[in-house]
Nanobody
Framework: QVQLVESGGGLVQTGASLRLSCAAS????????MGWFRQAPRKEREFVAS????????YYVDSVKGRFTISRDNAKNTAYLQMNSLKPEDTAVYFC????????????????WGQGTQVTVSS
């Protein structure tokens, strides 16, 4: 049974940093691309960032480029999202996701999802 468990969310002020973690189990981690998505209140879930199984390929939505960094540690079966210079518009529930096909992670159709972690940025 595949499980993705996010952690690291919280309440921070504008300009602060947070690092989200996504611990995966029940899958061959380095075969799976990983992604981060977010959903703000009254908005649709949106793609944030993705990373290939090897970690060599990453992709970001324009609104977080230069501020967020996705990474992974295949030895620990964990993916990360380092978020710097946080803004109030980054407030959302953040979800990690996994799929054996990288393009499915990029376009929002990954097979496996975590339960989400709340990130709130106050102004």
């Amino acid at each position: 049974q595949v499980q993705l468990v996010e952690s690291g969310g919280g309440l921070v002020q504008t300009g602060a940093s947070l690092r989200l973690s996504c611990a995966a189990s029940g899958l061959t981690f380095d075969v799976y691309a990983m992604g981060w998505f977010r959903q703000a209140p009254r908005k649709e879930r949106e793609f944030v960032a993705s990373i290939s199984g090897s970690g060599s390929v990453t992709y970001y939505v324009d609104s977080v480029k230069g501020r967020f960094t996705i990474s992974r540690d295949n030895a620990k079966n964990t993916a990360y999202l380092q978020m710097n210079s946080l803004k109030p518009e980054d407030t959302a529930v953040y979800f990690c996701a996994a799929d054996s096909t990288y393009t499915k992670v990029k376009v929002g159709g990954p097979r496996y999802w975590g339960q989400g972690t709340q990130v709130t940025v106050s102004s």
